[in-house]
């Protein structure tokens, strides 16, 4: 197997750690930068020495442990900044001096009040100041993308020449969209004399959410780096997120032929551990790492689930560290979901026994989005002592979601669930307009529909199960 290989920059702890809200101590990064070892990235950003002594402490000592990727610092293109960063470095294994300077005349005219011509010699100095002090030196003209190209090539070039062995070029402001972007790198390995000596990288900015689009498609035309940050963290709305990036090589090896030494089985670990560091939850939404991503709510998405997981999982919870699939239990799952979540608890049901736990947990469910293992135990244990005053749902939901208002989204759990009824369903001021409620004695007469039986089509859909 002859794929390209591509090479995983993790910014988390540079880009990534600049988020608003994801700042990190020292101690905090070293844990992070020993995760993203076990996760096998070619390449830790660990920090911007020069920002602050903070960052440059994380970058030292990352440096000093964490001893099989290559660690990179940060600089902008000044001596002070090249000279900062190589201290930082002292300690590492595999140093890497990352330079950037800003090359979009926006840039040049508002932010550095440069002309191209400075802008060409800082860069060139920059890269040859920092190649004196180490063999790895990667250079970043910032905003590229808005970039004269003709003047990108340029700057290109001239790094090159001045000994650049990476050459980055950032969708800064997330600009950027994936056809245009591969074209950009298509015209650089076109026009620049000496691009074939250096690797070229990606760093897209997730501001139109194509981040993780346009870096493959950087990739598709002959990148051969990745910038990316667990969970997509980075400025504004973020970076190419990593495990999106690894996982569309994984999982699609035709279209993207490329290899990458992440263990993606550490990806989920990697996010959590972010997560828990930052106390910025994953989205739940998340591709590859949102507590969603490998969750089945839909009754029809179970059955099929629990039949072959290859009727909606197109990779294994397993193969991204994810424990196991887990079957979120709502209003919108069926039978065999819930028998098989009762199995895992311990209890096996007759049908009968079933039809009874399953009208059950309907109502609850049709309350609470979620139903956790502990109220289905809650109902099951109604079940099986055989209580009948509060054995309905809604004297569950009476007694652990006050105020209750018993929701019935379908006549047959009315005439069940409402049957004895006495509690404090009667104290209800739910004002949901999809709810039906029984207060009091009601009986089932008194139960009221205003909404469509959307449990009724998945309800005989089951039945056929
Ligand atoms: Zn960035």
Known sequence: ???????????????????????????????????????????????????????????????????????????????????????????????????????????????????????????????????????????????????????????????????????????????????????????????????????????????????????????????????????????????????????????RPDRYPYETTVASEHLYQSSQMLAEITRVPVQPNKAITGRNAFAHEAGIHQDGMLKNPLTYEIMTPQSVGVPDSRLVLGKHSGRHALALRCEQLGHQFERRELDEVYRKFVVLADRIKKVQDSHLLELIHDVVSGTVSHSDAAGIQARKFPPATATLPFPRAAAAGGNGNSNSNSNSNSNDSHSAHISGSAGPAQVSMPFNDHHAEQEDYLWGV
């Not at 070293?30 to 002594?53: K, N, T």
């Not at 900062?84 to 470095?89: P, S, T």
């Not at 800064?172 to 000596?197: C, D, F, H, N, W």
């Not at 990316?228 to 997120?241: D, H, K, P, Q």
Request: proline fraction near 3%; hydrophobic fraction near 40%.
């Open 1 to 251: 197997m002859d794929r390209p290989r591509i090479t995983i920059f993790d910014t988390t702890l540079r880009d990534g750690e600049q988020s608003p809200g994801c700042s990190m101590n020292v101690q905090e990064k070293l844990r992070l930068a020993q995760q993203l070892d076990r996760l096998g990235v070619d390449v830790i950003e660990a920090g911007f020495p020069i920002a602050s002594d903070g960052d440059f402490d994380a970058v030292q000592r990352i440096a000093a442990s964490v001893r099989r990727p290559i660690i990179a610092g940060l600089a902008r293109a000044c001596t002070g900044d090249v000279d900062r960063a190589w201290q930082a470095l002292q300690g590492a294994a595999r140093p890497r001096i990352h330079v950037f300077l800003a090359t979009s005349d926006i840039h040049l005219k508002y932010k550095l009040r440069l002309t191209r011509e400075q802008c060409l010699e800082q860069a060139r100095n920059a890269v040859r100041h920092a190649k004196s002090l180490c063999a790895d030196v990667e250079f970043s003209p910032e905003d590229a993308t808005r970039t004269d190209v003709a003047f990108l090539c340029q700057v290109v070039e001239a790094v090159i020449a001045a000994g650049a062995t990476t050459v980055n070029i950032p969708d800064t402001v997330g600009y950027s969209m994936p056809e245009e972007y591969g074209q950009l790198i298509r015209t650089l390995r076109e026009k620049v004399a000496g691009i074939e000596r250096v690797t070229i990288s990606t760093h897209c900015h997730n501001d139109l959410g194509l981040a993780v689009a346009n870096s493959l498609a950087g990739v598709q035309q002959g990148a051969r780096q990745v910038e990316c940050t667990i969970n997509g963290i980075g400025e504004r709305a973020g970076n190419a997120s990593l495990e999106e990036i690894v996982m569309a090589m994984r999982v």
